[in-house]
């Protein structure tokens, strides 16, 4: 598997969880935009688990030495794609949290181009 070529930089999930944090603060003050706070949620899981700033994965709460191997990125973001198709249960986690950890799983991997916002 050739994931890890694909991997985005650290500097690059560190500027989109800067990112999603300042627009996050900005959708909690409005009620319009505070429909995507789950998304935005799930997006700030991911990044932020991506990054080892905290040591659990956002769907299976397993506890990973090294969330840099592409393998265990990959591997939680195959989780969330099972859990929006029903494979698995998402135990009590809402389709917008889930896609927001899958979406930007994706993007950490390079099999997508849409940053997280």
Do not use: C, Q
């Amino acid at each position: 598997m050739s994931i890890d070529t694909r991997l985005r930089p650290r500097t690059d999930l560190e500027s989109a969880r800067a990112r999603v944090t300042s627009n996050r603060e900005l959708r909690k003050s409005n009620p319009a935009t505070a429909k995507h706070m789950p998304h935005a949620d799930g997006e700030l899981a991911a990044l932020s688990w991506a990054l080892g700033a905290v040591p659990t994965a956002p769907l299976t709460g397993h506890i990973e030495v090294n969330v840099s191997n592409p393998v265990e990125l990959d591997r939680e973001r195959r989780v969330a794609t099972d859990m929006l198709y029903g494979k698995v249960p998402a135990d009590g986690r809402g389709d917008a949290y889930v896609s927001g950890v899958e979406s930007t799983l994706m993007w950490i991997l390079g099999e997508s181009d849409s940053e997280p916002f």
